[in-house]
Nanobody
Framework: QVQLVESGGGLVQAGGSLRLSCAASTTIFRVNVMGWYRQAPGKQRELVASMSTGGRTNYAESVKGRFTISRDIVKNMAYLRMNSLKPEDTAIYYC?????????WGQGTQVTVSS
């Protein structure tokens, strides 16, 4: 499995930007899917964005056009660039790595967007 550590969360005003980073403990070359989930208080965890091995991306409707997922296979990193942030984007954001027979989760990083 892959150990994941997120960073880059924080407090930002509405309309601002943040970039979340996800550091993997080992190569992500053979990881099938890298992704980001989030969980807001009182709500279920939801998929925000994902990227498959072939580079195909998938985004939640609520973040399309504002968020961009990327990865750096050489550095074993995944990123989530978040622009035009809204108060409803406030949540704990989790990085995930899905491989054959496993899904690894990071510990999460808090993103708070003030109005």
């Amino acid at each position: 499995q892959v150990q994941l550590v997120e960073s880059g969360g924080g407090l930002v005003q509405a309309g601002g930007s943040l970039r979340l980073s996800c550091a993997a403990s080992t190569t992500i070359f053979r990881v099938n899917v890298m992704g980001w989930y989030r969980q807001a208080p009182g709500k279920q965890r939801e998929l925000v964005a994902s990227m498959s091995t072939g580079g195909r991306t998938n985004y939640a409707e609520s973040v399309k056009g504002r968020f961009t997922i990327s990865r750096d296979i050489v550095k074993n990193m995944a990123y989530l660039r978040m622009n035009s942030l809204k108060p409803e984007d406030t949540a704990i954001y989790y990085c995930i790595a899905e491989g054959i027979g496993y899904i690894s989760w990071g510990q999460g990083t808090q993103v708070t967007v003030s109005s």
